[in-house]
């Protein structure tokens, strides 16, 4: 009988195997599809061990989670398009900073590019990660990421603002 640790890891590695295959097999990611890998997440056992739903990672996830609940259906249809007075009305409602609607917008952001990177990966018979470690790995090698990338996260060619800050 496995210990409580090998159960979590069990259960994570399966989380991201199902992840893998939900982004890669979408034809279109959108923040709802985002918002219920998040909500399962947050909802699965693991979040009952003791610890657990006090980590980092979980606090983020349930600040996440307040940031999406707070937005309205055509925000979550449109979230590309949310800008500052949207933003301020976002984190006003979900009682968190104006930096936390940023980082949640960043993040989604991040996962589309992941998605597309997946989808490319499929249509092409590549083989899918088949944990996190694997997939970082294979990204720090894949040249096609950095185009997909800036295709997602400066559209149209904006203009980066300051030192590593992205127009969300």
Known sequence: MGTVR????D???NNFKKMIDDMSETKKWDMRK????IEEQANSWAMY???VSGSEQALKMKEILKILEAMRSDELD???TIKGAQKERIAVSAGVTLDAVANMLLMYKQSLVVHEWLKLK??????????????QNLQKNDTRLR???MKIMMPRGQKRRGRGSFNL
């Open 34 to 37: 985002w918002k219920g890998t």
């Open 147 to 149: 185009k997909i990338s």
């Open 122 to 135: 499929r249509a092409s018979g590549e083989p899918m990660p088949q944990t996190e470690v694997e997939m």
């Open 6 to 9: 090998d159960k979590m890891d």
């Open 11 to 13: 259960h994570k590695e």
């Open 49 to 51: 061990v003791p610890g």
């Open 78 to 80: 449109t979230p590309l």
